[in-house]
């Protein structure tokens, strides 16, 4: 790889914007889990839910800068 797509992916591989990221998916789940108007909501919100929780376990393991 040359040194320009390095540069490029490591800018996409930072910590700190995927942490926010996948702490509003974690959010955004609980917020559909307690919602009372629409089961369809509820039934998606386990799927968003676990997507933050992996996603977050992924992104403590990414560098800093």
Known sequence: MSTV???G???WLRRG???VTTMALIGVGL???MQP???EIYGYSF???LAG???YSIAVK???E
């Open 5 to 7: 797509s390095l540069k």
């Open 9 to 11: 992916l490591s800018r």
């Open 17 to 19: 914007p995927w942490e």
């Open 31 to 33: 917020l559909m889990l």
């Open 37 to 39: 108007w629409s089961i």
């Open 47 to 49: 799927v968003v839910l």
């Open 53 to 55: 929780v992996a996603g």
């Open 62 to 64: 990414l560098p800093q």
